[in-house]
């Protein structure tokens, strides 16, 4: 029973399927795409294989991931060519009779294989005005507010940044325009604060002078990455645009405060 179990194992071994990885070794200087084959097998997602790779092969592979859940965005990469999570790509989506190429994001500077700085996206984040939440409406300290109000913005802090929207904004990755542009993901961010039902700050001149919106140019490739399901271009850009026309270009608006001015 023994010999029998043993030699299972052994055509087991043998007949385990296999995928060839090509991930993207080096620094800000230099580097190249390595090939890697390792065992793959069901229910495995890139990430594993990349962990397969680095116990066998490439000890030296680095990696950045967290919770292995896609939920902490730490493991973005790119996976033949489109901006993904590690963790929440599995193998059998994949055509895995040619090499899968794995890269590092392309829109933030390269530290080495996999890992990219991501911290201008921090810096963004405290460009941007703050909450700035009107009076309580009750003595008790308490906010009255609709729920359909509540729920608009709710969406919005599903966001684990991932920053493969970033990643993928054609602004960012081929233009370059860090310095002028925010991106999608702060977009997000800056409508989430805009559509707060008790927000009071106002941010339209930022968004359009400071922060780049006129960049965009809605083609949504932002919703289409974005792992959590977010319709970041139809509930946040768009509406964030409507509102800077509306505030800055619409005519029928500029003759109404020339006769009627908005209170501060």
Known sequence: MAIATTATSATTAATAATATFSIWRGDAQTGQLVDYTTAVGEGMVVLDAVH?????????????????????????????????????????????????TIEPLKAFPLLKDLITNVNWNYEVKKRIKKFNPRPPDATDGTWRMQQKDVDRVQEFRKCIECFLCQDVCHVLREHHLHDEFIGPRYLVYAASLEMNPLDTEDRLKDLKDNHGIGFCNITKCCTTVCPEDIKITDNAIIPLKERVVDEFYDPLTKLVRLFRPRKK
């Not at 055509?95 to 899968?100: C, S, Y």
């Open 52 to 100: 397969n790779i680095q116990a066998e092969e490439a000890p030296d592979l680095a990696c950045r991931w967290n919770c292995k859940a896609g939920k902490c965005g730490s493991c973005s990469a790119e996976i033949n060519g489109v901006p993904r999570l590690l963790c929440m790509t599995r193998l059998d989506t994949l055509p895995l009779d040619k090499p899968v």
